[in-house]
């Protein structure tokens, strides 16, 4: 058989399977505006042509003076004078602006050109923005923080959008115009439809939706099911250095929520008890963190509740909490392991999943570990650097130094992307939505936990510990991209700068983030399994000297048959498609059985 007639009879027998609605088109690009948060279990699903990018004040120059900078005119500005924050090419959404509350409160001109349109459809300022006066912006996704003022309302553009402004000329410390923007583009001809000043019935009820997410943090975000299932742990000793499973599950499937107890454990079992996740038979940890960080727990912690993840659930006989949704393809292997030189105790455990068929587009969750002692000279902390697929969701990043000094916060956030820087901020605090020191100076007393708080948690960012005693200086906090998440195609650096932090402080992050596992029958490594790959595939049919086959003996035979056809089939079935799910889930060992 020819390979022109083979493709050209593939090509009918598919199409016939899409007609007769067997093959479904994956969701490329995931869920977008308000849904981009309540489609809980969408969150893993792969964003192919997404792009993320920041529009901030940054200091371009590579300095740090981190204000009243510009697309144009460009450099330091200190006049009164017009200028343009940014132009961005559509259709994209803007999913968060954040100004320090200082600034904030100083009423900043913010202005809004849609689609090329001469008139502006936003034409406002900050302090009504961040005040919650300017249409239907209001709290929750509106809020103050520890020095800083953040918007969560989502606001789209078809084609495009100028972001206007008026600098005031420099008199005083707070006429510095701090600023940034969070948004994401979409490739041309994604349906979406610019801001328009109000809501459609379904979009205030996906507003209401995000509302009452965002009311209730610590509550599982996604919808009940009564197919999950729930695999117990009862109370534990793990001896040192041993390990214990809390699932071992055969999938494909999804696990929705893990929850770990320890009333009584100290800071010292915290950090020694590990979290450890494993996909696929992989003999390398996607997760590997200990409780203390990955939770966010221990050492004065404040006790919070976060969208994703926190210490403070619903029930608080759940304890520690982890909601990230966690799909994996052929099988999970999750445990705990104590590396201390003492037993520890847990309380309880429990991991909540649902075996069914996935879409082959769903990435798996991993999380990475980092420490580091800053050496003279040393410019960054590196949060995560890998590569791959997938898109960033967010960390905790753990700070303290022997100095009475706060300088350390001066430091940006640097994302590079498929090898393009896409993301610089204006200071560390900014990053987790806080300012000025989160709110250590530049005081603004009429804040929820007033000036100079211990602590400031909200849904998507917060500060769990921040003070300045005795010769040391320490800050722990967290932010969460959900809608606002980071994609990547191929690899990914997210770092902060440690420059103005003394030589000798330490920094600890736990990086999260989403990534496909490599198909065998994605032949093209494009992360779909479609009529490209079965090009790719006819290329080689009938060859039976697979030196030269590549993947396309996908059954390792030696040859490409019927048999590697099948499989690349049945992959095209179930990758887009879960019609006529098998009723059974995947199959499990007990929780609790020891582990070496």
Known sequence: MSQRLFVRILTSVLGLFCAKGLIMPCAAQGPRGYEAYTAWEQLPRLRLGVKSHLASSHDRSGANDDYSQYESPPGLITDQIDAVVKTIDGPGLIYRFWMPHAIARRGFVVRMFFDGEQTPRIDTDSASVMGGSFGYFAAPLITTCAGGQVCYEPIPFARSLRIETVNKGYVAWNDRHYYQYSYLTFPAGADIDSYTGSLTLRQQQARSAVVSMFENPGRYPGPDSPAAIDVNLPPTTIETNSTVTLADLTGPGRIRKLNVLMNDANDAELNGLRLQVYYDSNPNPAI??????????????????????????????????????????????????????????????????????????????????????????????????????????????????????????????????????????????????????????????????????GSATRPLSGILYVDRQEGIARADQYRWRIADCIPFSSSIEVKVECRYARAGSRWTSVGFWYELPHLIEDLNNDAIVDFSDLAVFAKNWTETNCGRCGWSDLTGDGSVGFDDLRQLVQCWLTACSIANPPETGPSTSPAGSPGS
């Open 288 to 453: 590997d963190v200990s409780i203390a960080n990955f939770f966010g727990a221990g050492r004065q912690r404040a006790p919070y509740g976060s969208i994703p993840l926190g210490t403070l659930p619903t029930d608080p006989n759940d304890g520690f909490y982890c909601y990230w949704p966690m799909p994996f393809h052929r099988s999970i292997l999750i445990r705990l392991h104590n590396t201390t030189a003492r037993p520890i105790i847990v309380d309880s455990a429990r991991i909540q999943y649902i075996g069914a068929p996935i879409d082959r587009d769903l990435c798996c969750l991993h999380a990475a570990e980092r420490t580091s002692t800053r050496q003279s000279g040393q410019i960054y902390h590196t949060i995560l650097s890998t590569t791959g697929r997938g898109h960033y969701l967010g960390d905790l990043l753990y700070v303290e130094q022997d100095a009475n000094s706060f300088y350390m916060l001066e430091g940006d956030d640097v994302i590079t992307v498929d090898g393009a820087e896409v993301q610089n901020g204006t200071g560390l605090e900014d990053i987790y939505n806080g300012g000025f020191y989160y709110n250590w100076v530049a005081q603004q007393p009429d804040e929820p936990e007033g000036p100079s708080p």
